[in-house]
């Protein structure tokens, strides 16, 4: 799990960071109350930090002298001041940390843990810069880079539609506008055909003085727009901003297509992907298989121990199909009922799932060892029927497999 770094010589304050850091965020946060002690903790660790939280006047570093240490192990700082003036605000920049939060009430740690949270997303967030001045692309990226996203760069448009060629996953991108070969307007509007505003963030980059500039990308699908020049901290709360708006998004996308109880998929999204799936298997020649499965006498659970029994051992297949099938399409169909879309043929399947079967039958539920469930499940290899059809023929093995028994598996 990745860990964040608290230097604070205040107990109190370090706590509530802590506690907020680590419920919110679900990261692991290791306290140093002094320079001295966050420099034995960086020294002693192997794994390293993601992001560290940085008190500026601590009894033994009085003037921020822990920070360089910190940045030298290749950790972005946030610095966390008590006092607050453009001597400082210049020192820090010019030092590159991520940004400076001034410890006025709980609002600024709300601020803080937000950056932290930040970071930690854009480690793995890929942002394009394209500009044709080598300068300007230098800049940016230094700039993007302090906060830890991955930048990749072009010069003009039609080199930018060949990034992302490679890198479909990139989620910012920042144009200027005057290039050659192709301009900013005409490179939104071939992104714009292929990424949605929700999808793709993108924010236009001019030094004109024409004031119709700013109109006209956001016309023409950018979703924000910065003149040349600004600051590093106007750029940081704009892309923060417009990176935040695409991961609510997601998040959103997200509870939508997923089961409340399980977060495993729900039977739309399954679906709604299944078809897509199926038809890249088919395009490329690969086998794919579809099992249904269901909990045994799963009532008698319920009403032998109660719903949040009940609930506890949905959850715990739910888990244990994770486990089993990290590379497939799983969802919860209702009650207790499951669905696999496969990515192998049916031999393959058969084998995977009889031993999910049986670590079922011998994983008990983590509340109360005597408690377990089994499952039965109908296996059918996926050909060219329509996904109803498949469903239809692997739910008719699963019933077989409850008739004869149950807690088996029917091909
Ligand atoms: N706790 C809990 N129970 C649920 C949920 N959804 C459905 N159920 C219960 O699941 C039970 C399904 O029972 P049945 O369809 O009779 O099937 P079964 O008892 O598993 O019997 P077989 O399938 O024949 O082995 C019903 O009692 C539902 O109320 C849920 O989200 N939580």
């Given at each position: 799990m990745p860990k964040v770094l608290v230097v604070e010589d205040n107990r109190s304050l370090a706590a509530m960071a802590k506690v907020m850091i680590e419920t919110r965020l679900g990261l692991q946060v290791v306290l140093a109350g002094s320079g001295a002690e966050a420099r034995g903790l960086i020294e002693a660790d192997s794994e390293g930090f993601a992001v560290a939280l940085v008190d500026l006047n601590l009894p033994d570093a009085p003037d921020g002298e822990v920070v360089p240490f910190v940045q030298s192990h290749d950790i972005p700082v946030v610095v966390l001041t008590g006092y607050f003036g453009d001597a400082i605000r210049e020192k820090m920049l010019k030092l590159g940390v991520v940004d400076y939060v001034v410890k006025k009430n709980i609002s600024a740690y709300e601020y803080a843990c937000r950056l932290v949270e930040r970071i930690h997303h854009n480690y793995r967030t890929k942002v394009l810069v394209v500009d044709d001045s080598r300068s300007a692309v230098a800049n940016l990226k230094h700039y993007l880079s302090i906060q830890r996203l991955n930048v990749l760069t072009a010069s003009n448009g039609i080199e930018a539609l060949g990034?992302?060629?490679?890198?479909?996953?990139?989620?910012?991108?920042?144009?200027?506008?005057?290039?050659?070969?192709?301009?900013?307007?005409?490179?939104?509007?071939?992104?714009?055909?292929?990424?949605?505003?929700?999808?793709?963030?993108?924010?236009?980059?001019?030094?004109?003085a024409d004031p119709r500039l700013s109109a006209h990308f956001l016309k023409s699908g950018a979703n924000d727009f910065i003149?040349?020049?600004?600051?590093?901290?106007?750029?940081?709360?704009?892309?923060?901003?417009?990176?935040?708006?695409?991961?609510?998004?997601?998040?959103?996308?997200?509870?939508?297509?997923?089961?409340?109880?399980?977060?495993?998929?729900?039977?739309?999204?399954?679906?709604?992907?299944?078809?897509?799936?199926?038809?890249?298997?088919?395009?490329?020649?690969?086998?794919?298989?579809?099992?249904?499965?269901?909990?045994?006498?799963?009532?008698?659970?319920?009403?032998?121990?109660?719903?949040?029994?009940?609930?506890?051992?949905?959850?715990?297949?739910?888990?244990?199909?994770?486990?089993?099938?990290?590379?497939?399409?799983?969802?919860?169909?209702?009650?207790?009922?499951?669905?696999?879309?496969?990515?192998?043929?049916?031999?393959?399947?058969?084998?995977?799932?009889?031993?999910?079967?049986?670590?079922?039958?011998?994983?008990?539920?983590?509340?109360?060892?005597?408690i377990r469930v089994t499952v039965s499940i109908g296996l059918n290899g996926c050909c060219d029927q329509g996904l109803d059809d498949i469903i239809h023929l692997a739910d008719t093995k699963l019933y077989q497999a409850k008739e004869q028994g149950r807690n088996r598996l029917i091909v």
């Open positions: 990034v992302l060629e490679q890198h479909p996953d990139i989620r910012l991108v920042i144009t200027d506008y005057n290039m050659p070969e192709m301009d900013g307007f005409e490179l939104i509007q071939q992104l714009r055909s292929r990424f949605a505003k929700n999808q793709m963030a993108i924010i236009g980059l001019s030094s004109s003149s040349k020049p600004f600051s590093y901290e106007e750029l940081l709360c704009r892309v923060n901003q417009n990176l935040e708006y695409l991961e609510q998004i997601d998040l959103i996308r997200d509870a939508a297509n997923r089961d409340y109880l399980t977060k495993l998929y729900n039977r739309r999204y399954f679906f709604e992907q299944g078809e897509s799936v199926k038809r890249q298997a088919l395009r490329q020649d690969r086998p794919l298989s579809l099992s249904m499965i269901d909990i045994d006498h799963f009532k008698s659970i319920n009403d032998t121990y109660g719903h949040s029994t009940g609930d506890e051992a949905l959850k715990h297949v739910a888990g244990l199909l994770n486990e089993s099938f990290p590379d497939d399409l799983v969802a919860r169909f209702g009650g207790e009922e499951f669905c696999i879309m496969h990515r192998r043929d049916e031999g393959e399947s058969q084998q995977q799932l009889e031993n999910f079967r049986e670590k079922v039958a011998n994983s008990p539920l983590p509340s109360d060892s005597k």
